[in-house]
Structures are given as C-alpha cells and as structure tokens.
C-alpha cells in the first residue's frame, strides 16, 4: 500500500475515532433537556462525560491536524469552501468548552441552568457543523479547477452539507443515550433506554443514506457489504437495547458508526473532495498530498505515538469505568476540579 | 480594508488573546506540580492547599487556552490556504505531532488529575499532573518549531515542479536554531507570569489577613507565604533566563532577519559601533525612519548583535535596498497577490510597533523581575509587608508578564513582515524557500466573510474574557478556605481520602467494569 493510501486510511480512522467518541458527548449534552428532567439528573448526566469530553475533542483537533499534514490541498480547499459553517463550529466548540469548566465555579441556580444550556446549544451546533463539512467533503462541494469556492459564501451549503448534518445528530443523539443507559442508574437510565429504543431505527437513516449514496458514486462490492453491516448493526442495536442489553447495544451502535464511516470513506477514495461543478476539478489524495518523505517522517511518529494514546485513553475509560448513580450532588463536590 | 488586512486583524486579535492563557497554563502548571510534588514528599498541609488554590486557577484558565486553541488549528485553512498549500510540506506535519503527542497527553492526564482525587494512587496521581504539564511544554515545542520554521527555514529544498518547499530532513527543522532559543526562552517566560501570579495573589492575601489580625502560625498563612516566597525567585530566575535565552535570539535575528533588528532600534543608516535606543522621538508612526531621533546607549547594539562593541549594525535604509534587489522593488502583478500585485514592497516592518514592543518587552519584564526582589526583600524573616501602595502595586503588576510575552510575540511576527516564511540568508539565494503574507490569504474567501468571522470571535472573546476576569478575582479574593464556602476539600492532612468528590461517595461499591461489559 502506498503512503498516501495509508493516510487516507489514517485521516479515515481519526474522523470516525472522533465521531465515535465526542458522538456520545455531543449526544449526551443534545439530551440534557430532554432526558435530564430534573437538576440532579441532569448534573449526573454531566458527570457522565466530565472527565472524557475535552480527550474527545483531542480527536477532532488531531483528525484536522492529520489533514493538514498529509493533505494540505484538501485542508485548503475543504475549510475556507465552508468558511462560515466552520466558524460556527468553532464558537460552538468554545462555548461549549468553557460552560463545562465554569458551570461549577459559581453556585447560583441561574448560573449552573445558563452553563448548561451553552452546554448543550453549543454541542448541537458543533455536531452538526461537523456533520455538514463531511458531509459536503464526501459528497461535493463548488469548487473550480484551482479548489477555489464558487458561488459565495453560502455556496457550500448544500443538501449534501445537510444531509451530513442530521446524520451526525442523529447518530450522536442515540449514540449518547446508549451510553447514558450504560454508564448511569436511576430515573436517567431508564428515560435514557426508552430514548434509544424508540429512536434508534430511526436516527440512523440519514447516516445510512449518506453512506449509500457516497457508495452510489463510487462504491465497491466491499463498501456495499459495509453499508449492509452498518444496516444490519441498526437492527441488532434496536433489538439489543428493547431487551435491556445495554453493552451489547451500545457496540452494535459502535458498528453502524464503523461501518458507515468505512463505506463512505472507501467509496469517496481517492477523492477527498468531490466538485459537483465537474469531475475534473475533484481534489484527490494524490493532488492534496505531501512529500512521501514528510508521510514517512509522520508514519514514524503515528506508529509511535497513536498505540500509546490509545493506551492512557483506554486506562481513563478505565478508571472513570463505574456507573453512575443520581444521588444528589454533594455539596461540596467538584471542587477542585472541573 | 481588503481581505488581507482582515485576515491579518484575525489572525493577531485570536493569538494574541489565546497567548493571554498559554504562558499562564505552562508557567503555572510546573508551579502546581512542584506544589503538589511537594505534598506528596512532605505531607505538609500548606502545600496541599496550595496545589488545591493554584491548581483552580490553573484550571479555569486552561480551558479558555483549549477553546481558544481550536481556532488557531482551523484558521491556517479558513482563512490562509495558500499559506497553508505553501508550506504544507513542513508546517502541518508539526501541528498533527503537537496534536498527537501532546495535546492527547495534557487533556487526557489533565481529566484523570482533575477527577483523580482520591480515586487513584497518591502517588499515580501526582503523575498525571506531570503527565499534563509535560503535554502543554511538549506542545510549545511542536508549535514553536512551526513558527521557527517560518523564522528560518531549514531542512527543505524548493520542488521544481510546484515551487514549494520540500522537507528533506525532519531533524533540522526539530533542532532549528531559531526554534530551540524561542522554545527555551517562551517557557521561561511563561514560568515569569506564574511568578507573578504568586507573588501578588500572596502579597495581598498576606497583607489583608496581618490587617484583620489572623494568626501568622496557621496553614493557610504559610500558603500564602510559601506562595510569595516561591513566586519571587521564579519571577528572578526566570527573569534572568530570559535575558540569557533572549540574548541568544537577538545574536540569530542579526544573522537571521537583520531588518528586525535594525527596526527593533529604528536604527536607519549602519553604524559601527551600534548604539542601542532607549527612547526614540520624532515621527516614528510615518515609519520615515530619518525622522527618528533617540536616546542611546552607545557600543549596546553591537554587543547584542554580535558580542563584542565594535560590529556594524545594518540600518533600515541599506538594508531596504538589499532586499529590494534582492527579493524585488515590487509584488508581481499577478492576482494571487491580491491588491498588492504591481505595488512597491515595503521590506520595513512598522516601526513604531517593532520599537515599542520591544521596549515593552524588556521593560515588562524588568518591572516583573523588580516586583519579584521586593516581595522577597519585604517578607523576609517572616515579615509581611502592608504598604498598600506596594502591596496593590504588586497585585497590578502580575498583569506585566502578560503584556512582555504579548509585546515580545507581536514584535517578532510584525517584524518579519513583509514576508509570512522569511527568507532564510544561510541558502543560497536562488535556493531559498519564501512567501510574502500578501500571497498567503485564501483566494476565495470574501471580504465580509472574514469581517464576519473576525467580529464575531473578537465579540465572543471580549465576552469570555470578562466572565474569565470575574471568576478569577472572586476566586482570589475568596482565597483557600472560603473559595468555595467549604474547606479545603480533598484529602485531609492524614491522607484519608476524600468521599464527597464526584464519583467517590456516590458511587455504588460494586466494582465490577460497567463500561464494557
């Protein structure tokens, strides 16, 4: 396999680490007001991703450094194409960030509603920002033959950055209730379960549609037996959680997530960012790609340092591994902390 | 304004600010992990409470840093992609590492110190914070190296085909001289504002418990004291180990960007010996350099450039037209220079900011040093000083740090101007990699996008930065014992571990793995 396939492949894996993991934070935080009916609830909700959301958000800033890295031509062409989307993004990720630090350093009731409302408007318009901009970069952008946006500034917003959209939401709305069932006890894991046994089916069609039709453009029999997995994966996920199986559904969630990603990033191959001005202009690997001498340098460093953060993320997970329960907030808790 | 200049407001509004809560989060986070190494050798009571004070501090002001950090990771893209396609060969390779090895490291050990209390070994404990530390000092490093790069480019030859820089060797854009005295003397200068932060944060709390009559036996006394005390030999032992690395640097401007030199100093035509300028005078904001007139030090410059007092110092106007000759009396006319095509380039970066912020720079620095040797001379012999002119005078100059580190970056990033990748003198000219800031912006990004964008994050920022300063100041003024209205939460002196911390007393006993099962 040549270098620029295997960052292919890399970038590949870090979006869907991304996605797989803040999913259940963004998702968690999307359902505050929905399943956290009462304060106790929603600060045990809270809890939930504490200690995991900001090494979450690591994989969004590495998947973006990675693209830069090996493929500068289509960081270049991708982020000022979505120009406007991408700054929501970024006032959606920083407020977010702060609300979850300074939620705590005061103690009034208005305060703590306040931050945890910016949580949650702030994770809706991150999700779906970033759902937009896969969106688009899989499935087209107006670009011309320099990589140039044309049209305007809203130009890039189309019914694939739509698409991309709700399917990010959608997948990370259950895929947050899943592990809220998961990871919690009480009146939030109950309200959590029913959540996802109602919505499940239903949240994973954008993304599913999504995948089928990148696979459309330029599947293979490979991605077709992908996109069929990830299918399947909806049904098992439907059928694991109606029964109370809260680990099992959460993996087979995992799946759908897996192998959407894998069909959409294997049909989009070798394009990284589709014209829909004219296949001509469509920036591929090889375009976009550095040096094989700088992809070397990087694989070195990848090969180092990707096995170790796996391993001190995984030890995180766990030691935060236990289940939660809604007792009410000690006074005194999270004090020095976040 | 046309889309550069936008761009550039961006560009300088967004660092700036980000570096407000940079230096603090490195300087202080060492601080916080020698505090809390020390409890852990010692068990003393006062440096717990001192982890748990600083450690607060640190905390509120690290997330602002990593939310502020998103935007510079993405803005290379927004808003400079042909920047971004230039130098992609070196460039983005460095931000995917400092990612990588880095940032994974500080948010990830960050979250298991923050929740760790009493969760894990005392010992496994203390190392996650180190783990952290170790992260943000590392990820100065990556980043440094990619600003260093575009100091001095090293370890990269021009591709025929596409014109850009090529890497070639990976370890000399590691060990660029440039990156290493930037690197060394940006972390000493972070260890300056934590210093600062000690010693007026401590200088206050002492003076307002001595003036309420509490007892100067207690903890929470030796907190503050202990806090000083460390505050001022970090703030002098820093100051002088940014002389020494700032001395270093200024040796490789001379090499490296002479014009940043002579701009530094407004220094017009070459003069051997070299004066340095203490105060200028005249119409320095017209950048007509030959209407500045200053007060100097004579044989400094030369010492500074080159270590002896008898080195010719290149002034502004000779080395205008060297660089005119060399690089072009004008942008190219072609429309990926934007407004600037045909135009004469000016190769003097503006003065007046270039002069000023160096001063400021030094001179921040010097007042921050200053403040460091009183504190230390007033509580000597456990005395608590209660001048409240030197006291507040104190408290306002933990602020000083702050501006020498923003002065010192604005004056090194305005200075290479015209160029964003300076050219490096070392290669041969016709080998050099460079790229003018004017040819840097995205082609297709308009002009009220940009607008967009820039007033929205400078609204935002403004925002964050007013709840930022609020809950600061209560935090302080509150001190340890009543920050939160409760004590000092966390292991008590005897180390018995604390049950009212998240995930301790409302946890189920059961210990089976509920994540993954």
Redo the contacts between chains.
């Keep these: 396999m040549d270098l620029q396939t295997l960052w292919f492949i890399a970038v590949a894996v870090l979006w869907t680490g991304f996605l797989l993991l803040e999913g259940f934070d963004f998702g968690v935080a999307a359902l505050l007001p929905v399943l956290g009916r009462t304060k106790t609830d929603r600060h045990l909700m809270l809890r939930s991703i504490g200690p995991l959301w900001d090494g979450n958000e690591v994989w969004l800033i590495t998947a973006a450094g990675a693209v830069f890295a090996a493929f500068p031509g289509w960081y270049a062409t991708w982020l000022p194409a979505l120009y406007l989307p991408f700054v929501l993004v970024l006032v959606g990720l920083i407020v977010r960030a702060v609300a979850f630090e300074w939620r705590h350093s005061h103690h009034t009731e208005q305060w703590d509603a306040t931050w945890t409302r910016v949580i949650t408007t702030g994770s809706l318009i991150a999700a779906l920002g970033i759902g937009a901009a896969l969106g688009a970069t899989t499935l087209g952008l107006p670009i011309d033959a320099d990589g140039t946006r044309v049209g305007g500034a809203f130009a890039g917003i189309g019914w694939p950055a739509v698409l991309g959209a709700v399917a990010v939401l959608g997948f990370s709305l259950v895929h947050g209730a899943v592990f809220l069932a998961l990871k919690t006890d009480g009146p939030v894991r109950l309200a959590a379960r029913a959540f996802a046994q109602r919505w499940s089916p239903v949240a994973a069609l954008p993304l599913l549609a999504w995948a089928g039709l990148v696979h459309l453009r330029g599947g293979t029999a490979i991605t077709a037996v992908l996109w069929l997995v990830a299918a399947l994966s909806v049904l098992v996920a439907w059928a694991r959680i109606r029964v109370d199986r809260e680990g099992q559904a959460f993996t087979a969630w995992a799946v759908v997530l897996l192998g959407s990603t894998a069909t959409i990033f294997g049909a989009a191959y070798p394009v990284v960012v589709p014209s829909t001005i004219s296949s001509a202009f469509d920036v591929t690997i090889s375009d976009a790609s550095v040096s094989d001498y700088t992809l070397t340098v990087m694989t070195w460093a990848a090969g180092f340092g990707l096995p170790v953060v796996l391993g001190y993320q995984a030890w995180t997970y766990w030691v935060f591994r236990k289940r939660l329960s809604a007792e009410p907030e000690a006074p005194h808790a999270e004090k020095i902390g976040a | 304004m046309d889309v550069l200049d936008i761009a550039r407001w961006q560009f300088g509004i967004t660092t700036v600010y980000h570096f407000l809560m940079v230096p603090l989060t490195i300087g202080l986070g060492i601080l916080v992990a020698v505090m809390h190494t020390m409890w852990v050798r010692t068990d003393k009571p006062e440096w717990l409470r001192m982890t ?1 004070f600083w ?2 501090i640190y ?2 002001n ?3 840093g ?3 950090g ?2 510079q ?2 803005q ?4 400079w ?2 920047y ?2 230039f ?15 880095a ?3 500080e ?6 110190w ?4 009493g ?2 070994p005392k010992k496994v404990h203390l190392a996650t914070l180190w783990a952290a530390v170790i992260g943000s000092i590392v990820s100065a490093f990556f980043i440094i190296a990619a600003n260093s790069w575009m100091q001095h480019p090293v370890g990269v030859v021009t ?1 025929d085909a596409t014109g850009r820089p ?3 060797d ?1 370890l000399a854009v590691l060990t660029n001289n440039t990156a290493l005295a930037a690197f060394s003397h940006t972390i000493v200068a972070a260890l300056m504002v934590a210093g600062a932060a000690l010693v007026g944060v401590g200088l206050w709390h002492l003076r307002k418990r001595t003036l309420a009559g509490a007892p100067t036996t207690d903890v929470d006394h030796s907190v503050w004291r202990r806090s000083v005390r460390l505050g001022g030999w970090v703030s002098i032992a820093a100051f002088m180990l940014t002389a020494i690395t700032g001395d270093v640097q200024g040796k490789l401007m001379y090499e490296q960007q002479p014009l940043k030199m002579s701009s530094a100093e407004a220094l017009c035509t070459t003069e051997a010996p070299a004066p340095f300028s203490i105060f200028a005078f005249g119409k320095l904001g017209s950048n007509e350099c030959d209407d500045v007139h200053s007060w100097t030090v004579p044989y400094l410059l030369s010492y500074l450039a080159h270590g002896d007092f008898s080195t010719a110092v290149p002034g502004v106007n000779e080395l205008q037209q060297e660089y005119a000759a060399a690089y072009g009396a004008t942008y190219p006319d072609d429309p990926s220079f934007g407004d600037k095509a045909g135009e004469p380039i000016d190769y003097t970066p503006v003065l007046a900011v270039t002069y000023w912020n160096f001063r400021f720079m030094i001179g921040m620095g010097m007042l921050s040093a200053g403040v460091g040797a009183y504190a230390l001379w007033a509580t000597r012999k456990g005395r608590v000083p209660t001048n409240p002119i030197a006291v507040y005078g104190s408290l306002a100059a933990v602020a000083a740090p702050f501006v020498a580190n923003a002065a010192g970056w604005v004056f090194t990033e305005m200075g290479r101007q015209p160029f964003v990748v300076y050219p490096n003198p070392d290669v041969p000219r016709a080998e050099q990699v460079y790229f003018f800031t004017a040819q840097a912006v ?5 002009a ?3 607008l ?2 820039l007033s ?2 400078t609204v ?1 920022y403004g925002a ?1 930065a007013v ?2 300063a609020w ?1 600061l100041v ?2 302080v003024r509150a001190g340890i014992t009543t ?4 004590p000092t ?2 292991h008590t002196p005897e180390g018995t571990p604390d049950d ?9 006993s ?2 089976v ?5």
């Design positions: 748990r450690g607060r905390l509120i690290f997330v602002l990593v939310a502020t998103l935007v990771e993405f290379f893209g927004l808003a992609s042909e971004s396609r130098v992609g060969d070196v460039f983005g390779s460095l931000l995917a590492m400092e990612a990588l090895l940032f994974f490291l948010s990830t050990f960050l979250g298991l923050i929740f760790g209390w969760r894990i591709d090529e890497q070639v990976f995205s082609p297709g990004v308009s009220g996008e940009v967009t964008s929205t994050l935002l964050l709840v930022e809950l209560r935090f920050g939160d209205g409760a939460p966390g009212d911390l998240p995930g301790g007393r409302d946890e189920k059961d210990d793995l509920s994540f993954a099962y």
